[in-house]
């Protein structure tokens, strides 16, 4: 078992820039993710890194503005949003996941965090 709480979310101004941080409860290491969910959308796959943090994934619409990364020793794990845009609004969920490969569906994902809003203004 382990709980998720994520933190960060915040209204900010297109173009701004914005790090969400996720903190893991236990010991036991997992395969992370960053999920959003936009008002009347599928929840949707943001960034996943692997459980050393070797490897990691994108969505297409973000890819060279986010950055996902972890921090074992503390239980953390961070996604840098850059270059935001409204079309990010949605609140984002950390999830983890018991795979040893990343898992692109919510359905790889055992553990769920409560969700934190971030809003972008134009």
């Known amino acids: 078992q382990v709980q998720l709480v994520e933190s960060g979310g915040a209204l900010v101004q297109a173009g701004g820039s914005l790090r969400l941080s996720c903190a893991a409860s236990g010991r036991s290491t997992y395969q992370m993710g960053w999920f959003r969910q936009a008002p009347g959308k599928d929840r949707e796959l943001v960034a996943a890194?692997?459980?050393?943090?070797?490897?990691?994934a994108y969505a297409d619409s973000v890819k060279g503005r986010f950055t996902i990364s972890r921090d074992n020793a503390k239980n953390m794990v961070y996604l840098q949003m850059n270059s935001l845009k409204p079309e990010d609004t949605a609140v984002y969920y950390c999830?983890?996941?018991?795979?040893?490969?990343?898992?692109?569906?919510?359905?790889?994902?055992?553990?769920w965090g409560q969700g934190t809003q971030v809003t972008v203004s134009s």
């Open positions: 890194i692997t459980r050393g943090g070797g490897n990691t």
């Open positions: 999830a983890a996941s018991i795979r040893l490969t990343i898992g692109i569906s919510s359905a790889d994902y055992k553990y």
